[in-house]
């Protein structure tokens, strides 16, 4: 008897409502609107939780997968997000074309938003919870290991990861074992 007072309070209570509401509006705001204003190529599929911003300045590449509560967010004026054709973006991967300075002693939100583009090649792999930072390029074929935070350029065919992300071996060819 209990759970079911319990229920009924819960669907009768004006606060469960206006949460829903607070959740639609926030997924209109940050997926669904956003979507409209994408470019993207043929067969692009991401997941109905990806956050988008300043969705006008991101570019999917054809055959591209966006994982579950992957963040792309583009910067507010000038920053751009390009994924090449077949990228793959495993769920929790974030890539942000702005970012604050780093002096120290200065609040961080004290100092100057910067916006650099994030321009990623065609067929690489970005694991689960990857971060890249504003400004970094990511060459053709390169696989980011989970969890790697991913603050400079990485070069083709490499496979890195890490904290800060690095270089720790090559892609093999097609055909080798």
């Avoid at 007072?5 to 009768?12: G, H, I, K, N, T």
């Avoid at 979507?35 to 956050?51: D, E, I, K, Q, Y």
Wanted: aromatic share 6%; charged share 20%.
């Amino acid at each position: 008897m209990a759970r079911m007072s319990d229920a009924l309070r819960s669907v009768l209570d004006p606060r469960t409502w206006v949460h829903g509401m607070r959740l639609a509006h926030f997924s209109s705001y940050s997926h669904v609107r956003q979507v409209r204003l994408l470019r993207r190529g043929s067969m692009v599929t991401f997941a109905p939780n990806v956050s988008f911003r300043n969705a006008e300045r991101i570019e999917l590449g054809a055959g591209s997968h966006i994982g579950e509560f992957c963040v792309i967010w583009a910067g507010d004026s000038t920053g751009r997000i390009v994924l090449g054709e077949k990228c793959l973006l495993a769920p929790g991967v974030v890539l942000t074309a702005s970012d604050y300075g780093i002096v120290q002693g200065t609040p961080v939100m004290d100092q100057p938003k910067r916006e650099r583009d994030i321009v990623i090649g065609a067929d690489v792999w970005l694991g689960a919870n990857v971060v890249v930072t504003a400004g970094v390029t990511i060459g053709e074929g390169t696989i980011v290991g989970a969890g790697a935070v991913v603050t400079r350029d990485l070069p083709p065919q490499v496979i890195a990861g890490g904290v800060p992300c690095r270089v720790i071996g090559q892609r093999p060819t097609a055909g080798a074992s």
